[in-house]
């Protein structure tokens, strides 16, 4: 009898081993956030062919490639970048560090109106090249007008409504999440709400999201959401209002009256959310200092009304009056991020630049100098406009979502706005962990469940039995943005496991190189 039991006991190792089941990557002891918002609980995740497996107590259940020990760090969802503008990623940095470092596993592009014009195209050449991250699209109202009407400034013909109704239609058959509007670019600004509705209509007709930079977001900014809600209602489409803010000081401290504005129409029952970068400075071209009239056709057209000396005298007098309406007396808030005419001028504010070229300090002569600038091809800009008030309260709210309005930087090159590096680290240890403005676990909801249940990403954004693996682990008293304004090219802290579709992107805060992402499609893909 006892020789027997002690055979058992030697071979119970060998029939443990048999039992256990094997994985690609297993995360122990970690403190698992699942995005839904509910509360972290110690447990184990297990990961094979890209997908999460087990969940729960699996140390001793599992033989695995890669173990990984997240040494009760939080281990959450990838956090999904609502908006972003990453056309150029696979030309500039396929392995995009600024996001990976920050957290993001997914970047939905094509905001503000502005696409690749061959989604699909486009998103096969994502699957056939490879980037780090996972990239789906929408379809920009810009590019689809501008392909039927140039930049014309007029409104569309009832025979050129159907051929950019079409193309909407293509788009979303191609595997666009929705239709995007940049209302203050050309030339969407030049459309009227109706033909906005008509394409809302045609993205409705496949499932899609219409998603909005809105007309103004500065004085005008109550009647271009009201303009964005009414979209919704017309066309019976869910409504994404991009980079929520208000802008200009005479315009701080609306966005009480905003954020309501987005309330009510949810209790009416429309499907109306929003999204916001965590700074008070935006980030947009110089052109959005002229007129729209102004910037009608190419470059050369507007070069030649710049060179008119009545119609420069009228742009100067609408400059100028549009800068009085934003509570400024210059342009002291506008700083140039990139400037390839003359790079000299990167990180300095027009103010600055003014006083360097020997000119008098007044916005008259600033004015002047922002058109010489627009003739010699324009500039990226950084523009602080915003009130921090504004900032936390619209964060507080529920159905707000975060994006970094950026795109893949080139390391070293220009001076972008810090968002590009920063944002939801800025998140995560401002807001979360110094001001408490939300919690840890409803801020990564924000970032994962919310998004994915937004855009219909439909295995993303929890951490699920069944759902892709994309999965950080960070350590939530260490992470925090270093990127700013002076020094924006800086990497996040604090995040030290990225996993993409199962694969390890960052090990050990370092990243591998691996480019496991692949394009996502929405709803209609054929």
Known sequence: MLKKLLALALLSPFMLAAQQKSCDVLIVNGKIIDGTGNSWYYGDIAVKGGKIVDIGKLAASYTASKTIDAKKMIVSPGFIDVHGHIESILRNNPTAENYIYDGVTTVITGNCGGSADDIGGFLGEINEKGTSINVASLIGHNNVRRMIMNRDNRYATPEEQLKMDALIEKGMKDGALGMSTGLIYIPGAYSNTEEVVSLAKATAKHGGVYVSHIRNEEGGVIDAVNEAIHIGRAANIPVQI????????????????????????RKEGFDVTIDQYPYTASSTNLGVRLPDWSLAGGQDSIVARLNDAPTRARIKKEMLAQLAGYGYKNYSYAVVANYSADTSFNGKSITEINKSLGRKSNAATEAETIMEMIAKGGAQMVYHQMNENDIKYIMSYPYSMFGADAGVPVMGVSRPHPRGYGTNARVLGKYVREENVISLEEAIRRMSSLAAQKFYLKDRGLLKEGYAADILIFDENEVADKATFDQPHQYSVGFKYVLVNGDVVMDEAK???????????GPAKE
Do not use: C, R
């Open 242 to 265: 991009s980079h929520y803010k208000v802008s200009g000081k005479v315009n701080w401290g609306k966005s009480k009256t905003t954020i309501k504005m987005i309330e009510d129409a």
């Open 511 to 521: 990243h591998t190189g691996k480019k496991s992402g692949k394009a996502l499609y």
